[in-house]
T-cell receptor, first 115, second 109 residues
Framework: DTGVSQDPRHKITKRGQNVTFRCDPISEHNRLYWYRQTLGQGPEFLTYFQNEAQLEKSRLLSDRFSAERPKGSFSTLEIQRTEQGDSAMYLC?????????????FGSGTQLSVL | KNEVEQSPQNLTAQEGEFITINCSYSVGISALHWLQQHPGGGIVSLFMLSSGKKKHGRLIATINIQEKHSSLHITASHPRDSAVYICAVATDSWGKLQFGAGTQVVVTP
């Protein structure tokens, strides 16, 4: 596998439930990014990791959201007590720190629907 | 107000036509990305640029840093070019991008 993989592809949940998504970056990539995209809009930055350290979080990331990247490999994004407004495509991307240009590679996303 | 504005929002072209998508931004940037998104979510990076012009196949991307403007051109468009094209800018971290809303391109045979 040479790409960024995300699991699951689709998730339907009831309001108030917790959900967790997983992202597996390209193996040698040390930077990992999470974005959220709602219908008809461009993605919005949520958070990013360099290795296992979470370096930045957007104000969009309320305290119901938590992201982890244990051991600097795969990452998980958890949403607690989901709300209908959380319905969106959650995208993951990874890159390799080069000290210069870094090309981003995106996963196919997890489509979340909160009923 | 979004700091990255794209135009047009939607574009329909006939196969073979020349297509231009524009992107204007209002912040200082370290790089500008052009991305392609197909139905189902998959995003592919087409170009990263900070000056001048880049060409890949039938795609050409240009940027004018002074005017804070970039364009993506598709020459000899083909139905397989139908997708959403997104402009995004990096202001500090390479991957912490601010995205435009995208341009839906439909190329008809």
């Amino acid at each position: 596998d040479t790409g960024v993989s995300q699991d699951p592809r689709h998730k339907i949940t009831k309001r108030g439930q917790n959900v967790t998504f997983r992202c597996d970056p390209i193996s040698e990539h040390n930077r990992l990014y999470w974005y959220r995209q709602t219908l008809g809009q461009g993605p919005e930055f949520l958070t990013y990791f360099q290795n296992e350290a979470q370096l930045e979080k957007s104000r969009l990331l309320s305290d119901r959201f938590s992201a982890e990247r244990p051991k600097g490999s795969f990452s998980t994004l958890e949403i607690q007590r989901t709300e209908q407004g959380d319905s969106a495509m959650y995208l993951c991307a990874s890159s390799k720190e080069t000290g210069g240009w870094e090309k981003l590679f995106f996963g196919s996303g997890t489509q979340l629907s909160v009923l | 107000k979004n700091e990255v504005e794209q135009s047009p929002q939607n574009l329909t072209a006939q196969e073979g036509e020349f297509i231009t998508i524009n992107c204007s931004y209002s912040v200082g940037i370290s790089a500008l990305h052009w991305l392609q998104q197909h139905p189902g979510g998959g995003i592919v990076s087409l170009f990263m640029l900070s000056s001048g012009k880049k060409k890949h196949g039938r795609l050409i991307a240009t940027i004018n840093i002074q005017e804070k403007h970039s364009s993506l051109h598709i020459t000899a468009s083909h139905p397989r070019d139908s997708a959403v094209y997104i402009c995004a800018v990096a202001t500090d971290s390479w991957g912490k991008l601010q995205f435009g809303a995208g341009t839906q391109v439909v190329v008809t045979p």
